[in-house]
């Protein structure tokens, strides 16, 4: 059920409660500084004692509406050079999968890929990547578990530059946005990127799952002092009432949502659009 469903069943011939109105502004995962403003925004109306539910709405729509960016954010492609996407993010948020589908979107758009496969530490994952290469006929660079991952990406941009590929696509193995070693590793990764394009990489796109809710906006904190955001991937948006994290994100950070998946399979997988978001949420 989406939250605000729950507010108005709560509100039903009832006068707002601003406790229990913040509350669950909070709970949809909202954040703390825009759930303020949206009460702040109601409180400062003339004859407040007398709104509904309806106001209530409006007042988060309008609000929501003034956050997120009003048309899609595509991916950007480089000049005679392989566009470099890094997928980054934390164990368990669909990252392999999410690289795969991006890789797809993109050829069905008539672009050349080639992908990377730069997750040299979890078991199966190189395999899991090849699996979806092979589906997709596409090429992919590969190394040993433990080796790397800098050195992949490295090799993996050669590959593409000689193949005159549009876009690389480097999975990178899951880590805890704490571990300050891990995310030191990212960050070769990009220096290394570095030496062979100063752009490079040209995206660096953050994986949350929608239904971690606050978490989400730790763990893109995190990654986006590391690494310095362009985007998000946000997965399980079809299973989660809230989603309320892409607008938290957006505010406090500036970090555009890019793309947003809602299943398994491979079309399952679109642009990030702000009218369906919130039509969806509210």
Known sequence: MRFLETLAQQ???????????????????????MTTRIIKKLQEREAWSLLGIGDVIKAVREEIARILPADPMPIRRANGKPSVILIVGVNGTGKTTSTAKLAHYLKQDRHRVLLGAADTFR?????????????LGLEMIRGQYGADPAALCYEAYQTAAKREADFLICDTAGRQHT??????????????LGKLDPEAPH??????DATTGGNALTQAREFHSAMTLTGLIVTKLDGSGKGGI???????????????????????????DRKTYIDNLL
Do not use: H, S
């Not at 078991?123 to 589906?135: F, G, N, P, T, Y």
């Not at 300050?180 to 590793?185: D, K």
């Not at 995206?203 to 949350?208: G, I, W, Y």
């Not at 500036?254 to 990030?272: K, M, N, S």
């Open 179 to 192: 571990k300050t070693n891990l995310m030191a590793e990212l960050q070769k990764v990009k220096r290394t």
């Open 203 to 208: 995206e660096t796109l953050l994986v949350v």
């Open 123 to 135: 078991a199966a994952a190189i395999e899991q990547l090849d699996i979806w290469a092979k589906r």
């Open 11 to 33: 509100f039903a011939g009832k006068p707002i409660d601003w406790e229990e109105l913040e509350e669950g502004l909070i709970r949809a995962d909202l954040g703390v500084p």
């Open 246 to 272: 892409v607008v938290a994100i957006q505010d406090e950070l500036g970090i555009p949502t890019r793309f947003v998946g809602t299943g398994e399979q491979l079309d399952d997988f679109a642009l990030f």
